[in-house]
């Protein structure tokens, strides 16, 4: 049978009005000279959502945020990693057989080894929910050592028993000796950009601070390092790469990371004047 018209991945999530993916992954393919079109759709049912997929051909799947937990149990196999961090964020489309990834982490990954060393590091990792997860694991897999810091001491707790590491609740972070804090939680993320989860006088004596948010490129967290003497780095580049991992697995072709992070830099300072 003939395949016709562009290649088609896919988005799901609910909202997904305010994503971002599609402006990235649409503008790579046009670079790539790819014949592929990105769509978002707002899923309300995800079981019917993930059958149409099968039923429509369509070759790949970004998930967000309410379903990377959920979704692997509709699916025809998880690979290793989105396994073991509960999650996955990307959905590959095998010739019919639906198998789930988790990106999140590599990204995550990438980004940092390109901001600081990470083997024999110590790192702070503020929040205890899924995105933890993905940056527990992502530090673990490359010789760091990770601290989680919960405000909710049983969850924190039984997330860094679960990933081996040691557990701090965050009211205690005075005493913890770390190289760098990498948020987690969302707590800052645009509209609620005047808050943050720490106070400024905890930060200054950490060297580096990281925020997974992107939106906005600083956080009042960031901001409030950065004017503490920390080196700061914000969520754009973990979400650059994982969306470069997407299409990597999606189409085996290296993808334009530096376009991709032009244009959803660009787009969020745009935002940001408006
Ligand atoms: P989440 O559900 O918002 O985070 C939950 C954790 O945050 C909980 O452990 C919670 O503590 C803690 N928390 C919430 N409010 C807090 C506060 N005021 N003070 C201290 N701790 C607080 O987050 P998630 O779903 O794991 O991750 C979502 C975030 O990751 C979003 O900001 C998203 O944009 C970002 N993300 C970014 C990328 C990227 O590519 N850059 C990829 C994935 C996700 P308790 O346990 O005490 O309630």
Redesign the pocket.
Known sequence: MFESGPRIFALFGNPVGHSLSPLMHNTAYCEMQINASYVPFCVRNLEEAVRGIRGLGIKGVSV??PF?SEVGKHLDGLEESSDRIGAV?TIVNEGGRLRGYNT?WI??VRDLKEFMPVQGKTFGV?????????ILFGVLSEGGNPVVL???AA??EA?AKEFGCSFLP?SEIGVLKADCIVN??????APQKE?S??EERALGKFPCVVD????PLETKLLKDARKAGCRTR??????????AEQIRLWTGTEPPVETMRRVVRERLEENARN
């Not at 503020?126 to 993905?134: E, F, N, S, V, Y």
């Not at 987690?184 to 993320?189: D, I, K, L, N, P």
């Not at 914000?234 to 969306?243: I, K, R, W």
């Open positions: 967000t945020i990377k964020n999140d990204g995550f503020l929040g205890a929910g899924g995105a933890a997860r993905a919960n405000r909710t969850k924190g997330l965050l987690t939680a969302s707590v800052g993320m808050n989860p720490l997974i948010i992107y939106n914000s969520g754009l580049g973990m979400f650059v790469h994982q969306g």
